[in-house]
Structure formats: C-alpha cells, structure tokens
C-alpha cells in the first residue's frame, strides 16, 4: 500500500488543486466520477449553503464543496491523522470556511442547521441508518442529503429520494426528509 492517496479537486476555484493525504487502512475517497456527478446534480444549488461532511475521510467532498460556493463546510473526521491533514491542507490553502471536527460522527455535538450533508461512513458497518437519525434534527428547512453507500443498504423511512446513480461499487443517492 502507498504512503499518500492524492485526490484531484474537479471543479470551481480550487480546480484543479491536488490533495496529499496519509493512506490509511479503509480510506475508500469518493471517486471522481462520483463526486463530478453528485456536484452536477447541485450546481446552481450550492451557493453560500452550509455544509457538513459526517464521515469526512480525505476530504474530497468538503473541499470541492468549498470549491464550488459552499458558504461554509463541517467535516467530521475519527481518523486524527487525516483529520489533521485536512486542516493542514486548509491552512496551505488558505481556505475560509472549513471547520475540522476530530471525532465520531455519530456522536460528535453538532450545531446546525445545515442545508447539505454528505454521509460516506466505513462500508460494511451498517452506519447509514444511524447517521441519518443523527443528522435529521440538524437540519433546515429544504435541506438535501447525500449518502454514499455499498450495495445492499436499504435506506429507513422518512425520507425521499431524489436522484440515485451507481459507480462500480459506489452507490450514490441525493435524499430529502419526507
């Protein structure tokens, strides 16, 4: 296994900007193709909302996030050596608006509200299900989520889904409370 995993910013002012990260055992970033999709599906949407990433890993989905107008970004990362690494990166970049959390994402204290949440935990652990009952009070009015998930998760009741797309074995979905 490689020592880094470098990720490569797709759209909007950071374009093009390279992430150096630690690989760590279970680091799975969302895959380019995912995230050019997913941030499709939010262009014109994204602007000046506020964003938390539950699962952060890499941090991919909140930089591009960043990139592409987000207001603000929460990523929430167990991980201490990734999570510093995120902050690392937003202090050579000098990015304002990214919020590092060291911790779970299940327990954490959060505050919201938030308009947009990706939800990408460890595959495998059956997390989806909790992490959408811990982020529900959390948030606004209209607020869309997006989950990344392995084949075979059924997504619990109270929620909408509004769009839905597969990449090899990443499963890709945009919900809304119900």
């Known amino acids: 296994m ?3 995993l470098t990720l490569r910013i797709s759209g ?14 279970g680091l799975r970033p969302t895959p380019s193709r995912v995230r050019e999709t997913l941030f499709n599906w ?11 990433d539950l699962f952060a890993g890499a941090g991919g989905l909140s930089l591009e996030a ?10 929430v ?18 990015l304002e608006g990214l919020q590092v959390h060291q911790g779970n994402g299940l327990s954490l204290a959060l505050a919201g509200p938030f308009d947009l949440v990706f939800i990408d935990p460890p595959f495998g652990r059956s997390m989806v299900a909790p ?3 811990r982020i529900a009070p959390l948030l606004a ?7 990344e998930h392995e084949k075979g998760v059924t997504l619990p009741s109270g929620w909408i889904e ?9 499963h890709l979905c945009l919900l809304e409370r119900a």
């Open 162 to 170: 509004l769009k839905r797309t597969q990449a090899g074995q990443e």
């Open 2 to 4: 490689a020592d880094t």
């Open 42 to 52: 939010l262009q014109g949407w994204l602007e000046n909302q506020r964003v938390l």
């Open 12 to 25: 909007g002012s950071l374009r093009g900007r390279k992430l150096t990260l630690p690989n760590q055992p």
């Open 131 to 133: 992490a959408l009952e």
């Open 77 to 94: 990362e167990q991980d201490r050596d990734l999570a510093q690494a995120l902050r690392d990166t937003a202090a050579d970049w000098r």
């Open 66 to 75: 960043l990139s592409r107008g987000a207001g603000s970004v929460d990523a």
């Open 141 to 147: 009015d209209g607020a869309m989520v997006a989950v």
